[in-house]
Nanobody, 125 residues
Framework: QVQLVESGGGLVQAGGSLRVSCAAS????????MGWFRQAPGKEREFVAA????????NYSASVKGRFTISRDNNKNTVYLQMNSLRPEDTAVYYC??????????????????WGQGTQVTVSS
């Protein structure tokens, strides 16, 4: 049984930074693509960033590219999302997810099999 547990969300002012983490357990973490998604109230869940199994390949949505950085520590079974220059429109519940692939960086929700419970990020103006 795969478990993904996010942490690190909170309230931050616009222009500030926050790092959210996702600890994984249940199967060999280093074998799989990991992704971050977010969902704002009344909106669909959207792709934020993804990283392949060894961290060599990443992908970002246009709205966060240049501000957010995804990384992973396979020794700690953890994936991170460093968020800088935060904006009020970044306010959402942030979810990590694990895909059943190793190398192809997937950007769609349907491509991921396991999901965490989410962590709230609120950016005040």
């Amino acid at each position: 049984q795969v478990q993904l547990v996010e942490s690190g969300g909170g309230l931050v002012q616009a222009g500030g930074s926050l790092r959210v983490s996702c600890a994984a357990s249940g199967r060999t973490f280093s074998n799989y693509v990991m992704g971050w998604f977010r969902q704002a109230p009344g909106k669909e869940r959207e792709f934020v960033a993804a990283i392949n199994r060894n961290g060599a390949n990443t992908n970002y949505s246009a709205s966060v590219k240049g501000r957010f950085t995804i990384s992973r520590d396979n020794n700690k079974n953890t994936v991170y999302l460093q968020m800088n220059s935060l904006r009020p429109e970044d306010t959402a519940v942030y979810y990590c997810a694990q895909a059943p692939t190793s190398w192809i960086v997937i950007t769609t929700t349907t491509g991921y099999k396991y999901w965490g419970q989410g962590t709230q990020v609120t950016v005040s103006s």
